[in-house]
T-cell receptor
Framework: AQSVTQLGSHVSVSEGALVLLRCNYS??????LFWYVQYPNQGLQLLLK??????LVKGINGFEAEFKKSETSFHLTKPSAHMSDAAEYFC??????????FGKGTRLHILP | GAVVSQHPSRVICKSGTSVKIECRSL??????MFWYRQFPKQSLMLMAT?????????EQGVEKDKFLINHASLTLSTLTVTSAHPEDSSFYIC??????????FGPGTRLTVT
């Protein structure tokens, strides 16, 4: 069965600093991996996804993630944090079918 | 493209009544839609998968008689919470699939049962 573990329910970084949100997955087949962002009382917005091909995936708002099969990881990074990045971030995995399994989420706080 | 809407965005209802939430794909046809529930400060939990023209598939532990799902057209799925109770208060989010493994999420509906 597929699963997702997000390390750290809360992460705080200073404005301008590197953002690193960690995600490890478990899947019995080559996975599809996603990062979503959720602002308060809103739905989910897709930041980026990995399906096949290049393991470094670039997304919106300057975010990127790297699929590392050997480490079963898909960490999300952004070189320089902005105040508007403060939100909840969800890592998710799918085995190519319709079912998407979400991690528990990481709340990103940006310190001025 | 790939916009999903939900209506209403917020609803307050009295205990024992039923409430219907609509999920629409605005610019594409969605043969499959999904309903999720999100408790405060928690992740999304898949409730059911809705396929156009057929019965919904519910996840384990979700009461199908309480959460009625109808997917009558390729652009509309509805979730009806029947005989709502305060513990049903939650944030309900739908998503629609345009292509395999790509879901687009609606903005969510905040349900409060008093």
């Amino acid at each position: 069965a597929q699963s997702v573990t997000q390390l750290g329910s809360h992460v705080s970084v200073s404005e301008g600093a590197l953002v690193l949100l960690r995600c490890n997955y478990s899947s019995s087949v080559p996975p599809y991996l996603f990062w979503y962002v959720q602002y308060p009382n809103q739905g989910l917005q897709l930041l980026l996804k990995y399906t096949t091909g290049a393991t470094l995936v670039k997304g919106i708002n300057g975010f990127e993630a790297e699929f590392k099969k050997s480490e079963t990881s898909f960490h999300l990074t952004k070189p320089s944090a902005h105040m508007s990045d403060a939100a909840e971030y969800f890592c998710a995995v799918s085995e190519g079918d319709d079912k998407i399994i979400f991690g528990k989420g990481t709340r990103l706080h940006i310190l001025p | 493209g790939a916009v999903v809407s939900q209506h209403p965005s917020r609803v307050i209802c009295k205990s024992g009544t039923s409430v219907k939430i609509e999920c629409r794909s605005l610019d594409f046809q969605a043969t499959t839609m999904f309903w999720y529930r999100q408790f405060p400060k928690q992740s999304l939990m898949l409730m059911a998968t809705s396929n156009e023209g057929s019965k919904a598939t519910y996840e384990q532990g979700v009461e199908k008689d309480k959460f009625l799902i109808n997917h009558a057209s390729l652009t509309l799925s509805t979730l009806t919470v029947t005989s709502a109770h305060p513990e049903d208060s939650s944030f309900y989010i739908c998503s629609a699939r345009e292509i395999p493994a790509e879901q687009y999420f609606g903005p969510g509906t905040r349900l409060t049962v008093t």
